[in-house]
């Protein structure tokens, strides 16, 4: 990935935290991704007074993608938390970026200052794992 990208969604993915909505957690997180026809969307963290009802930004990011109508398939997706340990996507989110994912999507994690804290496939955060092509319908088109 070029650097020019790479700094797209940095600033996409640092602009979006500072919008999140994390007031029970103080824990702010901000995503951004490019789809492999260069279309970048971003997300916040969203909470919700019923906790359990609280949404991460990768979640975010990639409704705006599905909501746009392009490309669904990440290319590359941004996470930016606060350090210095790097903020991972939880299960439930490498799961979501598994729906959209190719065998190259690749996950970047950086600190509240833009800095790389962590980058791999996310192949490698979520081996073995389930996803559309396990389903007899596969989920290239919606029903009609
Ligand atoms: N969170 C995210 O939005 N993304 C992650 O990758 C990890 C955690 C959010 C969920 C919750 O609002 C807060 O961070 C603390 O867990």
Redesign the pocket.
Known sequence: MDEKTVATLTQKALAARSN?Y?P??R???G?ALITEDGQVFSG????NAAYPE??????GAISAMVAAGGSRKIATIM?A?KGPAP????GG?RQKIREFATQRTCVLVVDENGTELFKDDLHALLPHSFGPENLETGADENPA
């Open positions: 999140a994390a029970y957690s824990f702010l997180v995503a916040c963290n969203v909470e609280g949404v991460c930004a990768e979640a996470v938390g903020c991972l996507p939880c989110c």
